[in-house]
């Protein structure tokens, strides 16, 4: 059986020191003392100037920039944090794309600060209110070809391989939601 991502990461912090010579603190010691300010500039140098592994850099990444959810107040609800202000009109779009998911069967709901993880056995998507007026969902389909509303993810997220722009609930059709059941039935 498949691990929980809280399991994966205990179990990656544990073995750090081992595995890539120091602890997590060490680590964002390192990477603090690069001076690098952004999430991908930090895993870069990491990877690059250290020889680290996409996870490890990436979880280095997040505790020093405290953008993990261990890092955030156990009474801080991520997702009304997501939908607060601005961002509450997008709250339905989100609502949608959860229920659907959850009547393919057994889904992981794993909010993180900026956007919520969808998880099977692994991850197939993402959902993250991008802007005030657009949530983007984020699908894994590697191979699938790009047509209408489903375009190649490029630089909005490595996690995923599409993205859907979507800014009412209407946009979240009967073809986003077979891209989605489909990313489902590989994960």
Excluded: C
Excluded at 37 to 65: D, Q, W
Excluded at 105 to 112: Q, R, T
């Amino acid at each position: 059986m498949a691990k929980s991502p809280e399991d994966a990461a205990a179990s990656m912090i544990a073995n750090m020191k081992e595995k890539i010579g120091k602890t997590l603190s060490e680590w964002t010691a390192v990477a603090k003392k690069s001076g690098k300010a952004r999430h991908g500039e930090i895993v870069s140098h990491l990877k690059s100037g250290h020889g680290l592994g996409h996870g490890y850099a990436n979880m280095v990444a997040h505790t020093l920039l405290k953008s993990d959810a261990g890092s955030l107040s156990e009474t801080t609800d991520l997702v009304a944090a997501q939908y607060a202000g601005d961002k509450a009109t997008l709250k339905p779009i989100y609502d949608e794309i959860v229920k659907a998911a959850q009547s393919f069967g057994d889904v992981e709901i794993a909010p993180k600060k900026g956007f919520v993880s969808l998880r099977r056995t692994k991850q197939f998507a993402i959902v993250q209110p991008s802007t005030k007026t657009r949530l983007d969902l984020g699908i894994n389909l590697k191979g699938e070809p790009p047509k209408g509303k489903l375009e190649v993810s490029g630089s909005f997220n490595a996690m995923v391989s599409h993205r859907v722009r979507l800014e009412k609930p209407a946009d979240f059709g009967k073809d986003v939601k077979a891209w989605l059941k489909a990313a489902y039935d590989k994960a």
